[in-house]
């Protein structure tokens, strides 16, 4: 069994063919799959998805693009959305992007403080995006850790050594997503190789976007999520069972809501 630990299923992507989607992933082994909301608005359409699907949990979250829709967000604004939904497993997506900037620093740092501290009260983790700011990251959530801990997940890792090895300390998880199978990632493979703790890294397709290798170019889904584990297993010198055990284990170490049915 893999779990794919980020995807985004709802919207028009999936609008023709999601149930058939989920079928191919259970086929290729892949079960459950986590839903990620990456805007406040949608949490409603995820969350739907979820509720249909035995093996579909979901997320609340703000991604840091979407910062600038609601930049005064509260942690008690994010609980009474969320309203204690039985299939939630994670706040977030959250986070910062210096990349794009389609929401500034400000607000999505604003945004990011307001997630953790709703993560703090449910003991749900955090999902954080980080691009091109590996810094300021690395800052924030040691000064947040410090004011109280959290668990926290650093998805679709692309991000360098020093933000590896800060987070690694406060004991962040690491999630590796198609990105390891790309022809120029070796800078991301090495992370996965040599930093990523064995106890804390998991796996994601971020479907629909990234798919690997064979399948580049074309539409992600989770039912490619076995190519990121055979990956994965080669980086780590593992075999595929101890990859699909050990990345279900930490998975499910870290989004301890989830309940698998056999």
Not at 53 to 68: E, F, N, R, Y
Request: proline share 5%.
């Amino acid at each position: 069994m893999l779990i794919d630990s980020h995807a985004n299923l709802h919207g028009e992507t999936y609008g023709d063919d999601l149930d058939a989607a989920l079928d191919r992933a259970r086929a290729a082994g892949v079960s459950p799959v986590i839903a990620i909301c990456c805007r406040l608005g949608e949490f409603d359409a995820v969350k739907s998805i979820a509720e249909a699907h035995q093996d579909v949990w979901c997320t609340l979250g703000a991604h840091p693009h979407h910062a600038k829709d609601r930049p005064a967000i509260t942690a008690d604004e994010l609980l009474a959305i969320a309203d204690d939904h039985p299939k939630l497993v994670a706040i977030g997506e959250t986070g910062l992007d210096l990349h794009y900037n389609y929401s500034p620093l400000d607000q999505q740092i604003a945004s990011l403080k307001a997630h953790i501290e709703a993560a703090r009260r449910t003991r749900l983790p955090v999902i954080l995006h980080c691009r091109e700011a590996d810094t300021e990251m690395a800052d924030l959530l040691e000064e947040e850790m410090g004011k109280g801990a959290f668990k926290a997940l650093l998805h679709c890792y692309t991000g360098g050594e020093a933000l590896a090895r800060r987070a690694n300390a406060l004991g962040l998880w690491f999630s590796a997503s198609g990105i390891i199978t790309f022809k120029k990632a070796d800078d991301v493979r090495a992370i996965f190789r040599d930093i990523v703790p064995a106890d804390r890294v998991i796996i994601e397709t971020d479907c629909p976007y990234l798919a690997p290798v064979p399948h580049r170019g074309s539409r992600n889904e989770p039912a490619f999520l076995p190519h990121v584990a055979e990956k994965l297993a080669e980086l780590r010198v593992w075999t595929l069972n101890e990859t699909a055990q050990r990345t279900t284990a930490n998975c499910l170490a870290l989004f301890d809501r989830i309940r698998v049915t056999p």
